[in-house]
């Protein structure tokens, strides 16, 4: 095999496999886009029962990190949101969502015993119990919070992430002790559709180049010269 076949076809080798992956991915992205939404054009994920005997359920560490020079303009570009829903368990207890700033959320729950979500394993939450007491001052009451919503039945909060150090606290909305709440997860983002389209259109450019290397490489691609036919020798008299 001549060095030129064998460039293109390690060439095309190396090219099909990232090439197909950005293809099927985009494609997986983009049905899960058209058919894993809400009417509303959520992706959602419910967590059924969370439940604490004291005063707050939290999750203190979600970390959006950008340059601040960009980051408005990054975050503007993502065009994305978050929605919670929560619900409590007694239909005689209203109930308190927010999110704000992780550090004004700690501080408010300094001294005051809560639980921390630290991760979820197979759709249940795992907890971090911080100790303390069980007096609290009314959460609708802070300044600090970004986005809530607090009252009876289901409430809901649309946030527009945003860079910094955020936390979120699920309460009852009297700072009462025993919260247990269902709360629902959705998300939804505009930069999806594009970067499906993208990682489609170029996973098919890609891997038609590294197919088309890779049959160059295999099977080759000069031509062959025919050879000459001789004529045959006129008969002498």
């Known amino acids: 095999m001549r060095p030129g076949r064998i460039v293109s076809l390690v060439i095309g080798i190396v090219l099909i496999v990232p090439g197909l992956a950005m293809l099927f991915g985009g494609g997986a ?35 959006l990190d950008a340059d601040p020079d960009s980051a408005e303009w990054l975050f503007d570009r993502l065009d994305a949101e ?21 550090e004004d959320v700690l501080a408010y729950l300094d001294g005051v ?11 249940n939450a795992v907890y971090v119990r911080r100790s303390g007491d069980d007096t609290i001052g009314l959460p609708s009451e802070q ?40 709360v629902n997860l959705g998300a939804k983002a505009g930069f999806v559709v594009p970067l499906a389209i993208i990682l489609t259109v170029v996973g098919a450019v890609v891997s038609a ?21 001789s004529e045959p020798p006129i008969p002498t008299q």
Not at 144 to 165: C, K, M
Request: aromatic share 8%; net charge negative; hydrophobic share 45%.
């Open 29 to 63: 992205l983009g049905l899960g886009y058209a058919f894993g939404r809400d009417d509303d054009g959520y992706f959602e994920s419910t967590l059924e029962r969370l439940s604490t005997d004291t005063v707050a359920i939290t999750t203190e560490d979600i970390t």
């Open 82 to 102: 978050i929605r919670l829903r929560a619900t409590s368990a007694d239909p005689d207890q209203s109930v308190f969502i927010g999110i704000g700033p992780r």
């Open 113 to 123: 015993a809560h639980d921390e979500i630290v991760e979820l394993e197979n759709g």
């Open 143 to 182: 300044t600090f919070w970004d986005v809530s919503a607090s009252g009876a039945g289901t409430q809901e909060l649309i946030w527009e992430p945003a860079n910094g150090r955020w936390a979120v606290a699920l309460m009852n909305a009297d700072g009462s002790s025993d919260v247990i709440a269902q």
């Open 209 to 229: 180049v590294g197919l088309g290397l890779i049959i160059v490489g295999a099977l080759g691609a000069r031509r062959r010269v025919a050879p000459a036919v």
